[in-house]
């Protein structure tokens, strides 16, 4: 038996920002608050989407003070704000950043308290505000996933917060917000959503529904990550990732991420790594690692990307997906910790406590070869250099 959950509707495609007043008038939603971060306010962004939902006539206000890996105080302001009107529903526009913002802030402004009291195991299903999300990043497939991740300051911890109350009525996919991203940001979110797909599909909560949404987002992801990291106006590959993350999204969420998320977490929130940019540093290690015990899956996963055919045997198939993610990493220039910068007695030093936040996730419990804390550290040694 399989538990699937999806947003209430989605709109997708070319355009669909415009259909925004339509959505939220067919889900009864009237008084919206947008949520964002600078940039995105800086770039005229989010002003089309403060002219489309005013010419429709909804009384909206907009909060522009979202930080990068949102953390339990930009949080806390964002829900003073939503508490300053009288809104029936949250806007998260922008990144995984913006939309896991709305989310912590819609269960919070109804309910109250710190978002500590619901980090993982804790599961919270009470509905909260209304959450609509709009993704101008293809990677993070928050749009359509039941968690948010939220970092403490003090200890940082990156928080991961899970359960429906995080899962968006509404979620709006226009692959044209994403034309103005960077290489260096494409590159990152697009393997953080390469990252989703491969390990929903071999994590031990894998389901037939997961799995045929995480082998169309492989399909999809693969051969254009590429393609839109070198030629950002490309609008095929830009689609293709669009769709293939909210794919990968949808299908992480009704399975799980496994131990490249558990150990990329603690690598954010104690250094600063952008997720994706984590992610990737990992990727290759831990599917090396992981293989053995799953490596049939594995190589469905390099079959579905086109790195082996059906006349590759399993074993030779898993062989050329990790060379093909050693590849990829070369081609998008993903640094090691070290050339990153990262101090390295720092990162020695502090080994025993990511590997227990690792731990404490729950991700890598769901990882086809399940580490203990000796062998996460281990796993962090190998990534180093
Ligand atoms: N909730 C989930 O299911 C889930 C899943 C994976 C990751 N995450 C979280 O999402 C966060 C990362 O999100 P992200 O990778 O999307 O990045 P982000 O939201 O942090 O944004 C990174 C930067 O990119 C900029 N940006 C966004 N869209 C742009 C565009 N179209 N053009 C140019 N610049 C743009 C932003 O302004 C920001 O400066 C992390 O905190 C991560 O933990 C959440
Ligand atoms: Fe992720």
Same mark, same amino acid.
């Given at each position: 038996?399989?538990?699937?959950?999806?947003?209430? +509707?989605?709109?997708?495609?070319?355009?669909a920002?415009?259909?925004?007043?339509?959505?939220? *008038?067919?889900?009864?939603?009237?008084?919206?608050?947008?949520?964002?971060?600078?940039?995105?306010?800086?770039?005229?962004m989010?002003?089309?989407?403060?002219?489309v939902?005013e010419?429709a006539g909804?009384? #909206?206000?907009? =909060?522009?003070?979202? !930080?990068?890996?949102?953390?339990?105080?930009?949080?806390?302001? &964002?829900?003073?704000?939503i508490?300053?009107?009288?809104?029936?529903?949250?806007?998260?526009?922008?990144?995984?950043?913006?939309?896991?913002? +709305?989310k *912590?802030?819609? #269960?919070? &402004?109804?309910?109250?308290?710190?978002i500590? /009291?619901?980090? $993982?195991?804790?599961?919270?299903?009470? @509905?909260?505000?209304?959450?609509?999300a709009?993704?101008?990043t *293809?990677?993070?497939?928050s749009? @359509? !996933?039941?968690?948010?991740?939220i970092?403490?300051?003090?200890?940082?911890?990156?928080?991961?917060? +899970?359960?429906?109350?995080?899962?968006?009525?509404?979620?709006?996919?226009d =692959?044209?917000?994403?034309?103005?991203?960077?290489?260096?940001?494409?590159?990152?979110?697009?393997i953080?959503a390469? !990252?989703?797909?491969?390990?929903? =599909?071999?994590?031990?909560?894998?389901?037939?529904?997961?799995?045929?949404?995480?082998?169309?987002?492989?399909?999809?992801?693969?051969?254009?990550?590429?393609?839109?990291?070198?030629?950002?106006?490309?609008?095929p590959?830009?689609e293709?990732m669009?769709?293939?993350?909210?794919?990968?999204?949808? $299908?992480?969420?009704? *399975?799980?991420?496994a131990?490249?998320h558990?150990?990329?977490?603690?690598?954010?929130?104690?250094?600063?790594?952008?997720?994706?940019?984590s992610?990737?540093?990992l990727?290759?290690?831990v599917?090396?690692?992981?293989?053995? &015990? +799953?490596? /049939?899956?594995?190589?469905?996963?390099?079959? &579905?990307?086109?790195?082996?055919?059906?006349?590759?045997?399993?074993?030779?198939?898993v062989?050329?997906?990790?060379e093909?993610l050693?590849?990829?990493?070369?081609?998008?220039?993903?640094?090691?910790?070290?050339?990153?910068g990262?101090?390295?007695?720092?990162?020695? $030093?502090?080994?025993p406590?990511?590997?227990?936040?690792?731990l @404490?996730?729950g991700?890598?419990?769901?990882?086809?070869?399940?580490?203990?804390?000796?062998?996460?550290?281990?796993?962090?040694?190998q990534?180093?250099?």
């Amino acid at each position: 038996m399989s538990a699937i959950f999806l947003p209430r +509707a989605m709109r997708i495609g070319a355009g669909a920002i415009n259909e925004l007043p339509g959505a939220l *008038a067919q889900l009864g939603l009237k008084a919206p608050a947008i949520l964002t971060d600078p940039f995105l306010a800086d770039s005229g962004m989010l002003g089309r989407l403060l002219k489309v939902l005013e010419d429709a006539g909804f009384p #909206v206000r907009s =909060y522009s003070g979202v !930080t990068p890996d949102p953390t339990t105080a930009s949080v806390d302001a &964002a829900v003073s704000f939503i508490k300053g009107g009288n809104h029936d529903c949250v806007i998260g526009f922008g990144g995984g950043s913006s939309i896991d913002t +709305a989310k *912590a802030v819609a #269960v919070l &402004a109804v309910r109250g308290g710190k978002i500590h /009291a619901l980090k $993982a195991p804790n599961e919270n299903n009470e @509905a909260g505000m209304p959450i609509v999300a709009i993704p101008t990043t *293809a990677g993070t497939g928050s749009e @359509a !996933t039941r968690f948010t991740i939220i970092t403490d300051e003090v200890t940082d911890e990156k928080m991961l917060c +899970a359960g429906l109350a995080y899962l968006p009525v509404l979620a709006i996919v226009d =692959y044209e917000l994403t034309l103005t991203k960077p290489a260096r940001l494409t590159a990152d979110t697009g393997i953080d959503a390469l !990252t989703h797909a491969i390990e929903a =599909y071999v994590s031990t909560f894998a389901n037939p529904f997961s799995d045929m949404m995480a082998i169309s987002a492989m399909r999809a992801i693969w051969p254009n990550l590429r393609s839109a990291f070198v030629s950002p106006s490309n609008r095929p590959a830009r689609e293709a990732m669009m769709v293939g993350s909210l794919q990968a999204g949808i $299908a992480f969420s009704n *399975a799980s991420v496994a131990l490249v998320h558990g150990m990329s977490r603690p690598i954010g929130a104690h250094f600063h790594v952008p997720h994706g940019l984590s992610n990737a540093m990992l990727l290759p290690v831990v599917t090396a690692w992981s293989a053995p &015990a +799953a490596v /049939a899956r594995y190589a469905d996963c390099a079959r &579905a990307m086109g790195i082996a055919t059906f006349e590759d045997d399993d074993q030779s198939a898993v062989t050329r997906l990790v060379e093909a993610l050693r590849g990829l990493n070369t081609d998008l220039a993903i640094p090691s910790p070290k050339i990153y910068g990262i101090d390295e007695d720092r990162w020695n $030093a502090l080994l025993p406590i990511m590997a227990e936040q690792a731990l @404490a996730s729950g991700s890598p419990n769901k990882n086809p070869r399940v580490p203990d804390s000796a062998q996460i550290q281990m796993l962090y040694r190998q990534v180093w250099s």
